[in-house]
């Protein structure tokens, strides 16, 4: 099964910072990986596919790149709502497997 | 409006059953792989199972293969999740998902059923 690391599994900022999370696969999974944002009590919302493919609707704050086997989620501009936790997920094959998320928090 | 509904979570016995469904509307529900995605009490997400457009086709994490089959049907825009021998650990929010057309990504979530496992 593919493993996916994500780092950090929290972090604190502010509204306006530039934030940026990383997953780690654990083998190549070309570019088949896609973020996602999720609230309490709520279901988690598509930001990103295939790394950098920006979903219907989602503020252009949101961007996806990669290096290797190491995703990159980037909000330019922090803002309010985006306080969240974040989860990366790989699409390569199954089981599709997800990270264990990173929760944004307010400084 | 494209949604998902999702019902026939509870509360039950461990080694007991329960079969959860997934009522679709305002999409062409045919098209689609349909995933179950569940997540435990304040921990991450786990991806359960999946089907393919006709049935064909089914996949499922280790954990649950043997105990759990995902079912469709077409003519009536529904995703079922029959769950069987149910353990403590599958306590979870369980999510049914479409798959963006072509790309295991999640793009349209319902809003997530409980299931508890407990005595």
Do not use: H
């Not at chain 1, 570019?31 to 920006?54: E, V």
């Not at chain 1, 790149?65 to 390569?92: H, N, V």
């Not at chain 2, 461990?14 to 079969?19: E, N």
Request: charge should be neutral.
């Amino acid at each position: 099964d593919i493993q996916l690391t994500q780092s950090p599994s929290s972090l604190s900022a502010s509204v306006g910072d530039r934030v940026s999370i990383t997953c780690r696969a654990s083998q190549s999974i070309s570019n088949f990986l896609n973020w996602y944002q999720q609230k309490p009590g709520k279901a988690p919302k598509l930001l990103i596919y295939t790394t950098s493919s920006l979903q219907s609707g989602v503020p252009s704050r949101f961007s996806g790149d990669k290096s290797g086997t190491d995703f990159t989620l980037t909000i330019s501009s922090l803002q309010p709502e985006d306080f969240a936790t974040y989860y990366c997920q790989q699409s390569y094959n199954t089981p599709l497997t997800f990270g264990g998320g990173t929760k944004v928090e307010i400084k | 409006e494209v949604q998902l509904v999702e019902s026939g979570g509870g509360l039950v016995q461990p080694g007991g059953s329960l079969r959860l469904s997934c009522a679709a509307s305002g999409l062409t529900f045919s098209s689609y792989w349909m995933n179950w995605v569940r997540q435990a009490p304040g921990k991450g997400l786990e991806w359960v199972a999946n089907i393919k457009q006709d049935g064909s086709e089914k996949n499922y994490v280790d954990s649950v293969k043997g105990r759990f089959t995902i079912s469709r049907d077409n003519a009536k825009n529904s995703l079922y999740l029959q769950m069987n021998s149910l353990r403590a650990e599958d306590t979870a929010v369980y999510f049914c998902a479409k798959e963006r057309l072509g790309i295991d990504a999640f793009d349209i979530w319902g809003q997530g059923t409980m299931v508890t496992v407990s005595s």
